[in-house]
């Protein structure tokens, strides 16, 4: 039985190869770009910025106009210590880190094994900038997705410079609780005792019992009204190397990439398999990532943020308790990004919830790239209907990028980074304003604008107004209308090769002075 399934999955992937090699020779050659302003160009924009003004002019349009491109350099932050935040399940954790950070960031319920993955924020106390890794539940002796949780507390434990230890001092210290205490000290690291949950005088009195554990001197806290935090943190910091043994150097400057998709199609498998760690939780129970989770990794020499997200349901408001917020923490991820993963199950088929992840990429402004996951479970019936989707649901984005492969074998994941590239550079391109006006004189000669009312919109002048995304203003005399729109969004592509960007095109309308 296993024999066959093998033998079937190598022989989808033996013919999906075939057919990628056959799609790789009929696409169309990409233009070799040449964005360099020739003298012709410079003197055509010279003669239409004095033609326009002849043209009512308003301040935005002169600070447009007068606006001096200038590349922004990204700047890579220092190493910052890490300190990670650990304890069983349900004490607290993620409504410390919340409180720690200052905003609600971690998903929190109430009820145990919320947190799943390790996830890591930026947090700043007294002068002192860290990062903060909240951490699923310990526990000990369990079987299934709660063991895989387990397992990323372990890691966060050897990945951190120090460890804050929460317990819930109503509860006072468990057999569970005492099996994490060996844990800590066989790591060596340095740790400080919180008694949580203790929410006024009496509550104090049950957190002296916590001395028994050996960790020192228990902090009472309470992280859902803040009470007792700041000494804490003091301790804390004061437990924090200056110089991180395990903290990595975090770009500011853009390739930050959201792996995105509806619920179990593999974000988190993809993740593991281009981390080549089991850096997240993934198990065959679809929403087990509820947090956005950050990777820093270094592929073909450059740092990318990988960050995995949960999976976009079919409506926000059908959902509730940790998967409402894990769904508004998704689209907050897909916001802070640069460029979204679109991942689809292409062994069935594409549905509404495929579609309107997509397109929430796109609405966001972000670069992007489809990738049809599980291709070695999809059979040869499939992959027609496969195509005639995507021609059928997918016309709009044509432009988007395509990426075949199967993130539990591995095959073709290496292409997903060329692309990814691709459409980044896309995202990031500029087109000289004397390029662009040669390009849109040419079209405008060849394929006028059609007559509306007897008049015919002239088109005045262009300019790119900004990237990422790449947007064009156009001043014309008249309204452009949008046929004519998306016909110069396809002829700027074929030109100037933006794949994998979307592209906004805005017209103003200016009429001649009044002599």
Excluded at 270 to 277: F, Q, T, Y
Excluded at 475 to 485: D, L, P, S
């Amino acid at each position: 039985m296993t024999h066959d399934s093998s033998a079937s999955e190598a022989a989808a992937l033996d013919a999906a190869a075939r057919d990628d090699a056959a799609l790789d020779a009929a696409a169309p050659v990409a233009p070799d770009l040449d964005l360099t302003e020739t003298e012709d160009d410079l003197a055509r924009e010279r003669a239409l910025r004095v033609g326009l003004e002849e043209f009512e002019l308003d301040e935005s349009d002169q600070a447009l106009l007068e606006s001096e491109w200038t590349d922004e350099e990204a700047e890579a932050e220092q190493a910052l210590p890490v300190l990670a935040i650990v304890g069983r399940p349900n004490v607290g954790k993620s409504t410390l880190v919340n409180r720690i950070i200052g905003r609600r960031e971690a998903v929190v319920a109430d009820k145990p094994g919320v947190t799943r993955d390790r996830v890591s924020y930026p947090a700043e106390w007294a002068g002192r900038r860290f990062m903060l890794v909240d951490t699923g539940g310990w526990e000990t002796d369990v079987a299934g997705i709660e063991s895989k949780v387990a397992e990323q507390a372990e890691v966060a434990i050897s990945l951190a410079d120090a460890v804050v230890f929460v317990v819930d001092a109503a509860v006072g210290a468990t057999a569970t609780d005492e099996r994490v205490v060996e844990l800590l000290r066989r790591s060596g690291k340095p740790v400080v005792l919180c008694a949580n949950k203790v929410d006024g005088a009496s509550g104090e009195a049950d957190a002296t019992y916590l001395w028994a554990l050996g960790l020192g001197e228990p902090y009472p806290v309470s992280a859902l009204h803040g009470r007792g935090t700041g000494d804490l943190l003091d301790a804390a910091v004061k437990a924090l190397p200056t110089q991180s043994a395990h903290g990595k150097l975090r770009p500011s400057g853009p390739r930050r990439v959201a792996l995105v998709g509806r619920p179990n199609v593999g974000k988190s498998s993809l993740l593991n398999k281009i981390a080549g760690s089991e850096r997240v939780v993934v198990d065959e129970v679809a929403g087990t990532t509820r947090d956005p989770v950050d990777e820093l990794i270094e592929l073909r020499g450059i740092p990318y943020w990988f960050v995995d997200t949960a999976g976009i349901r079919r409506r926000v408001h059908q959902t509730k308790g940790a998967d409402f917020y894990a769904s508004l923490r998704t689209a907050a991820a897909i916001e802070k990004a640069e460029i979204g993963v679109v991942l689809v199950d292409a062994s069935n088929p594409l549905t509404e919830q495929d579609i309107r992840v997509i397109q929430q990429v796109v609405d966001a402004g972000r670069a992007l790239v489809i990738a049809y996951n599980k291709w070695d479970l999809m059979d040869e019936d499939r992959r027609p209907f496969l195509e005639r989707e995507i021609e059928k649901e997918l016309v709009q984005i044509a432009w988007a990028p395509r990426v075949n492969l199967s993130a539990r074998t591995g095959w073709h994941s290496e292409r997903l980074v060329p692309a990814i590239e691709r459409s980044l550079a896309s995202w990031d391109r500029r087109v000289p304003t004397g390029k662009l006006n040669a390009f849109l004189g040419e079209l405008v000669a060849a394929h006028p604008h059609p007559l509306r009312g007897g008049k015919q919109s002239r088109i005045l002048f262009a300019t790119q107004a900004s990237t990422r995304p790449p947007r064009f203003v156009i001043f014309a005399t008249g309204f452009i209308e949008a046929g004519y729109r998306r016909f110069i969004e396809r002829r700027l592509r074929e030109t100037f090769g933006f794949e994998g960007t979307p592209i906004e095109i805005s017209v103003r309308v200016r009429e001649k002075r009044k002599r």
